[in-house]
């Protein structure tokens, strides 16, 4: 779909199922923040997968349309998201995520930095906006 030439040398893949970062693959649905910097031409990715949480700064050379395509795909992945508030302006991201190709949903929760993910009353309070999102999706 798109690549781009990272400062360096080696280079970066966007194909119809993910991000092909050199040894690492990241699945579109598994991203959870990509942000391209025109400034300094960076795009800030992170991501959760089965082995947690990951997180990388590419900085390209030659952009081209990798930035829109990147944006784009993530997007689309997005079938439902609700923001909850835990205190003050912290809160918690409820994600229904679909992988292309894919009908499987994928439920995430992205919580801002500072707030504690294993606090019982957070998780009770995702779980809730979890079902409530599975009823409005008729799932």
Do not use: K, N, Y
Not at 80 to 97: D, E, F, H, N, T
Not at 110 to 115: A, F, K, M, N, S
């Amino acid at each position: 779909m798109a690549a781009a030439r990272l400062r360096g040398g080696s280079w970066v893949a966007a194909t119809d199922q993910g991000l092909a970062l050199g040894d690492l693959r990241i699945d579109w649905a598994a991203v959870t923040h990509a942000q391209w910097s025109d400034e300094d031409e960076t795009l800030t990715l992170a991501w959760l997968d089965g082995r947690g949480t990951g997180e990388r700064r590419l900085l390209i050379d030659d952009p081209g349309a990798f930035p829109e395509t990147v944006h784009a795909r993530v997007t689309a992945t997005i079938v439902l998201s609700r923001r909850l508030r835990v205190a003050g302006r912290l809160g918690v991201r409820v994600a229904a995520r679909r992988q292309p190709g894919s009908d499987e949903l994928v439920w995430q929760a992205v919580p801002d930095r500072g707030v504690d993910p294993d606090d019982p009353a957070l998780r009770a309070g995702i779980d809730a906006a979890i079902r409530e999102m599975t009823t409005e999706l008729g799932a």
